[in-house]
């Protein structure tokens, strides 16, 4: 009677441990059917991986490694290290919020020519142009000369790039623009031609320094006077020759299709900026950083901050060695403290952060070499483990025809910076101006122009100790910028109380706000004619 009893007692037994394991191997199959399930709901797009290690040579990531080298993506956290859903006073930050483009308002593209404009006269002679400067500037420049072409009816030859400047580039036109489209293009507006006729290759020409900033009677009077004497005019510089304002509307839309439709980048380069894209994107939405922290920039515009002895002498000098470069004693105190320094990497990771980005976020870096080497951009690395640069997401050889021609690596970064989903230039030059205006162009893409007074204040008080980083940094950082962000305003005239070249040079240049020239709101019932300031 015993002994049975212990039986029964321990089939109970036995029977329980079986029912727990049983419970526990059904809750756990459902629990990784849920992950399954997640997995399959994911887009088609999603299955897009970068190219294996084996392709293309990519490398772990470790933490001792060059910020510059190839790897693939690590696993991140959704949460940025000092920057915890920040959102003002609001405390919460809604990540689409945060990429959402500021509304353009309706402004469309506009370029059409006027129902009075022509099919360009018979030529009066031919106009060579000696583009000057990097990519951007020659690009402003091209597309200027194309404008005097039209007014002063000359036939365009395509212009010669800079080889002499500071870059040291051997590419010419073609090398970086798709010429045979360029020509046919603008075919209903400027006759172009490759080369200058033999007949006319030994001919006398008129030289000229084009004036800055100069209006189209300056054009249609003085520069046109030259046909008297001479066949061939050649403009021995193409940057800032054209005036901002007041020129005739058709003149400011050629301007428009010169910029934004005919002048292409060559088939090669436009193909390999592309993949870029394409494999940028495939570490989700990114910000394009034009971080502008290199030596040439920081030698001549004295910017010392956060740089050893060592450093700042080495700028110095190539400043004061440099015979074009008028301006050699700089206070880079006071430089820093007016904005007129870029942003170092260490900065713009707290700006970012401060801005609510998670570590998570891509970063692409647009920019030649860093100055300080791998070491400056540890703290940025740190914050934002994902940053990538063009060396990173293709393969030495697929980058082989374009390195050691410094405008062509250019026009890739400039590509990936149209395309990406923001836009932070870290200083107002060249490149940043003119990928401010295409994306403008494009439908107003958000573009978050750092007020760098402001922030430089806010950055001292972090490093003296007095502010730290988190909310009342992050709700003054998001505040000072609410209004920076690409949203449609009309293109600023110059600086009350300027005169003169300062007076020209004050106003924003035509390529960074093509707005009224060249944008035009659709018409709707509802229109709103106030624009937002930015």
Same mark, same amino acid.
């Given at each position: ?74 696993? @991140? ?6 920057? #915890? ?49 990097? @990519? ?39 090398? =970086? ?31 000229? #320094? ?101 450093? %700042? ?23 820093? %403290? ?9 900065? =713009? ?39 990538? &640069? ?19 690596? %250019? ?22 101006? %003119? ?36 909310? &009342? ?7 000072? #910028? ?29 390529? =960074? ?20 300031? &930015?």
């Amino acid at each position: 009677m015993v002994m049975g009893v212990k039986r029964r007692c321990r089939t109970v037994s036995v029977l329980r441990q079986v029912l727990t394991c049983a419970i526990c191997i059904i809750a756990l199959v459902a629990l990784l059917s849920v992950h399954v399930q997640d997995i399959t709901k994911l887009p088609s797009d999603a299955s897009y991986k970068l190219p294996t290690q084996k392709d293309m040579g990519y490398q772990k990531l470790r933490r001792e490694r060059s910020w510059t080298q190839e790897y693939s993506p690590p696993h @991140l956290s959704e949460d940025p290290p000092n920057a #915890h859903k920040l959102n003002g006073a609001n405390g919460s930050l809604d990540s689409e919020k945060l990429w959402k483009p500021p509304p353009n308002r309706d402004y469309v593209p506009c370029v059409a020519p006027s129902s009075s404009y022509a099919s360009p006269p018979e030529s009066r002679g031919y106009l060579l142009v000696d583009a000057n400067g990097g @990519l951007n500037q020659m690009r402003a420049g091209i597309c200027d000369m194309v404008a005097v072409a039209r007014i002063i009816n000359a036939t365009l030859v395509i212009p010669e790039l800079d080889k002499r400047s500071l870059w040291q580039d051997s590419s010419n036109f073609s090398n =970086v623009f798709d010429e045979d489209h360029f020509i046919s293009s603008l075919a209903n507006d400027v006759k172009i031609i490759r080369k200058l006729p033999m007949e006319l290759t030994t001919a006398t020409r008129g030289v000229k #320094h084009f004036r800055s900033w100069s209006g189209i009677d300056y054009y249609q009077e003085e520069i046109a006077s030259l046909w008297e004497e001479y066949q061939v005019i050649r403009a021995a510089k193409s940057d800032s020759r054209l005036a901002n304002n007041n020129l005739p509307p058709d003149i400011q839309k050629l301007r428009c299709r010169a910029c934004y439709e005919a002048l292409q980048f060559a088939p090669r380069i436009e193909a390999m900026g592309k993949l870029l894209v394409d494999r940028m994107r495939s570490y989700g939405r990114y910000i394009a950083l034009h971080l502008r922290f290199e030596k040439d920039m920081l030698a001549f515009s004295g910017c010392t901050h956060n740089l050893s002895l060592e450093e %700042a002498e080495e700028l110095k000098s190539i400043r004061e060695n440099t015979t074009w470069w008028k301006v050699k004693d700089i206070d880079p105190v006071e430089q820093r %403290a007016k904005g007129y320094c870029p942003l170092t990497p260490k900065e =713009v990771g707290i700006f970012l952060g401060a801005l609510g980005f998670p570590s998570s976020t891509p970063l692409y870096i647009a920019s030649g070499e860093i100055y300080g080497g791998e070491s400056r951009m540890d703290d940025l690395q740190s914050r934002y483990p994902l940053l990538m &640069n063009k060396e990173k997401l293709a393969s030495v050889e697929e980058l082989q025809p374009f390195i050691n021609h410094a405008s062509q690596m %250019a026009a890739l970064d400039y590509i990936v910076s149209v395309e990406s989903d923001i836009f932070i230039p870290t200083y107002s030059g060249n490149m940043a101006r %003119a990928v401010e205006g295409h994306r403008r162009f494009m439908g107003h893409r958000k573009t978050i122009l750092p007020d760098r007074k402001a922030l430089v204040r806010l950055f001292d008080k972090v490093d003296r100790g007095t502010m730290k980083e988190g909310r &009342n940094l992050s709700n003054r950082v998001i505040e000072i #910028h609410k209004r920076r962000q690409g949203s449609p305003r009309k293109r600023k005239g110059p600086i009350s109380g300027t005169k003169g070249t300062d007076r020209f040079r004050s106003e924003e240049a035509f390529y =960074v706000n093509p707005l009224p020239d060249c944008l035009c709101r659709k018409e709707s019932p509802f229109m709103n004619a106030s624009l937002v300031t &930015n």
